[in-house]
């Protein structure tokens, strides 16, 4: 028969934790050990012997608790009773690393036994049913990813200033977060703050966790937006009626109006305005346009090709597998770098022969072109200098036939001189390397052309 390690639970609080088994064994075995004296309830139990100094010789966690727990066996290979009891803070059968490496240890039979938990405490002094609300319990330290609704959350682990600094980090700012602070004893301390102040409570230690309520996430909204789109198919005639084909011009018309959006947001913030307005549009263009994307989704759930989630993590998949500096061992030296990089991971991706291969040829013309310059780039085509391109495309410029006379709306044609194509080519050349986007100016100065037809118009009423 193998030896046995019993793990008891000291409880999150007072002596009034601690079960009368628990008690019993703690008193009355031969073999005992603490994980540590720093709790409240160790103090009731004599000399027993604790694992503190293990805490000071160890470098990491990782390193302490493979410790403790070779010990625990090599005292249990060795007991007279063939046992040894082991007393945890809190309760063996939540966040307690060291048990579940004793699980692992094939030597020895782990035995928990049962133990008041921190989940226990933390429920009863706020009214909650953990099941009834579906309590989640999480680790502060498992992770610097931000922590994912629905909650409510019960957070551990969290015993220090910097250890809240961190949680505050990986929740919404103005979230409120409850403290429960050394439950069950004299000082018990139930606070709530924003999750933005939660660093500013200083006296967190070891009987510190937290407790978050429900808070909105990505997730939760997706889902949500998901079930919603789901209802429209369900109830709505015109949505029932819609395929990939006819949405196709909504979400161009779509994606124009985020553009619109966002080019009037960014002339706003550049010129230290606050306005409320076109943040609100920014919200609603960009709402719509994902709104596209979730309807594509949901048809290609319905049709059993694809839904948002496949597309969610075929995008994942890819994104890291063009970030090989980012997720992999590849070294590089700036935004450049990547960009040429990108380039190729995508050709070979796809198994295309050029890099021009998957290039939407429907592009505004002037975007296909600076488009086309990038692409060319990756093949050390051009490189000329933004110099270069400017007195090329003054040189085109000067060389342009106008003969004084203009032309009519019917007259127009994009079959002229090859120096419109230079000059235009080059001035495109210009702003791609100093970094202008052409499309956007342009949009810009038609936007100002516009209001100043709208003020000639009001001015003739």
């Avoid at 139990?45 to 160890?58: K, R, T, V």
């Avoid at 004793?102 to 099941?131: F, H, K, N, Q, Y």
């Avoid at 909650?151 to 409120?176: C, F, K, M, N």
């Avoid at 161009?252 to 706003?268: G, H, P, Q, S």
Wanted: net charge negative; charged share 30%.
């Amino acid at each position: 028969m193998k030896p046995v390690v019993r793990v008891v639970g000291l409880g999150p609080g007072t002596l009034d934790h601690v079960t009368l088994r628990t008690r019993t064994l703690l008193t009355t075995s031969a073999v005992v050990r603490l994980r540590t004296r720093e709790h409240p309830s160790a103090a009731h139990f004599g000399d027993l012997e604790s694992y503190d100094e293990f805490y000071e010789g160890a470098s990491s966690f990782d390193e302490l608790y493979l410790a403790i727990v070779d010990d625990l066996v090599a005292l249990a290979l060795e007991s007279p009773t063939n046992e040894v009891v082991y007393a945890v803070p809190g309760s063996p059968t939540v966040a307690e690393r060291t048990v579940e490496l004793l699980r692992e240890r094939d030597e020895v039979t782990t035995v928990t036994e049962l133990a008041v938990s921190v989940i226990d405490v933390a429920c009863a002094v706020l009214g909650r049913d953990p099941m009834s609300v579906g309590l989640r319990v999480v680790d502060a330290l498992d992770s610097t990813h931000a922590f994912r609704g629905p909650g409510p959350l019960l957070i551990l682990q969290t015993y220090s200033p910097e250890v809240l600094a961190s949680v505050a980090d990986r929740l919404p700012p103005t979230s409120e977060v409850v403290v429960l602070h050394h439950l069950g004893l004299d000082d018990e301390e139930v606070v709530t703050v924003r999750a933005m102040a939660l660093a500013s409570f200083k006296g967190a230690d070891h009987l510190t966790s937290l407790w978050v309520d429900e808070f909105r996430d990505a997730g939760e909204a997706m889902g949500d937006l998901i079930d919603f789109m789901k209802r429209l198919r369900a109830e709505c005639p015109w949505d029932q009626e819609q395929t990939h084909a006819s949405l196709t011009r909504h979400l161009l018309e779509e994606a124009y109006e985020t553009i619109d959006a966002l080019e009037t947001f960014v002339r706003v913030d550049a010129g230290g305005l606050d306005d409320d307005r076109a943040i609100l549009d920014v919200e609603e263009e960009l709402g719509d346009l994902l709104f596209q994307v979730v309807f594509h989704a949901e048809l290609g759930d319905e049709e059993g090709n694809f839904n948002f989630a496949s597309i969610a993590d075929s995008l994942r998949d890819k994104l890291i597998g063009r970030h090989p500096h980012v997720f992999g061992d590849v070294t590089v030296t700036d935004s450049n770098d990547v960009a040429v990089r990108w380039e190729v991971l995508k050709q070979k991706e796809k198994g295309r022969e050029s890099v021009t291969d998957g290039i939407a040829w429907q592009l505004p013309a002037l975007t296909l072109y600076t488009k086309l310059l990038r692409k060319a780039v990756a093949v050390d085509v051009g490189g000329e200098s933004g110099v270069a391109s400017r007195d090329r495309a003054l040189q085109a410029l000067n060389s342009l036939d106008l003969d004084g006379v203009s032309a009519r709306d019917a007259e127009s044609s994009s079959n002229v001189d090859d120096a419109w194509g230079d000059a235009l080519s080059a001035l495109v050349a210009a702003a791609q390397f100093a970094g202008v986007d052409l499309e956007g100016v342009l949009r810009d100065r038609a936007a100002r052309l516009r209001d100043v037809i709208r003020e000639a118009e009001r001015s003739k009423n």
